[in-house]
């Protein structure tokens, strides 16, 4: 039994004295702590080794106590674990030297035993869980089908995905088949997830705002609708859709407990949008933590006022950035252990 579940009693849809907070990418660079095991590791070895992941992973939760630990990883051990090779480069984010382009790189790609590629993970939840010792709930996640598509065609991170794009309209056979070996990969993943003790688990479709809302209904929302249905039953799935706002209804009418929003889409439209009953997730602009501490605080209850304090989970729009001043990410959770109706 966990100690602090506001969280999962939002996912619930439960009436709460205040929503629970988490941040998207708290475990990072932001944090001082996290730049010292960087300095000694690399990004893989920090992944792969579960020590490294679960002391990374509760780092922001001894320095700030969010209502929720995220299990430090990436959404890249998947294509890893498919036998593409992924490399993190330093000051140059992702790099897949052999990127999925023909019929032949395609037939290289396999469904993989997780526990044989992936058992590193199920280590580190185990030893998180340890080390958070049942206090508050720990979230698993893996990346979209189509965001993951989009490195793998890609060979790098991008502004607009023009190559994994052009991969789907000139060879939309081994697009959707790819789709479907991510798919697959990642069912099996996240299953062994919450088998190995995460409370809930979040799919990051961080791309899907590439594609048009058409070109969405195609090539990303079918295959994050099959992972849904495939754990919907065993935890509270969450699913976040950056620059997705128009795909809101399919997503709070899909089975999942509760729906990521970014900033660029307003409380009441988002509520609007997703049919008013679902619980939400957002949508704090990264770079406002910029502002002053007491600013912060204000604009953090304007935005729970904005959503409502029920079916609400406090968050980012997106991933923490790594210049915000350690104060300023403080001011942030603070400002909502402190709101009151
Ligand atoms: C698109 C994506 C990736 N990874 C992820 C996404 C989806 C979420 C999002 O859109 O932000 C997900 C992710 N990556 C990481 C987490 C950890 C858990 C957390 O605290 O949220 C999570 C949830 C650690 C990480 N993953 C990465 C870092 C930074 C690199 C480092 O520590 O050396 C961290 C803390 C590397 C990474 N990994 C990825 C990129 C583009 C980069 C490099 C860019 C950058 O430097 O920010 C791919």
Redesign the pocket.
Known sequence: MIKNDLFLRALKGESVDRPPVWM??????YLPEFMEL?KKYD?FTRCQTPELASEITVQPIRRYGMDAA???????VIPQAMDIEVQ?KPNF??YLPNPIRTKEDLEKVVVPNIQDTLGYVMDAITMTKEKLNDEIPLIG?A?SPW?ILCYCVEGQ?SKSFDKARGFCFTQPELAHQLLQKITDTTIAYLKAKVKAGVNSVQV?D?WGGMLSPTDYQEFSWPYIQQIVDALKDETPVIVFG?GCWFALKEMATSGASAVGVDWTCSAKNARYLSGGNITLQGNFDPARLLSPPEKIKTMVHQMIREFGKDKYVVNLG??ILPNIPLENTKAFIDAVKEYKE
């Open positions: 998207m990418r708290q475990a990072g660079r960087r990004f995220i299990l430090f990883s990436d959404i890249l993190m984010g992702p996640f990346g965001t991170g990051f961080s950056k997106h991933g």
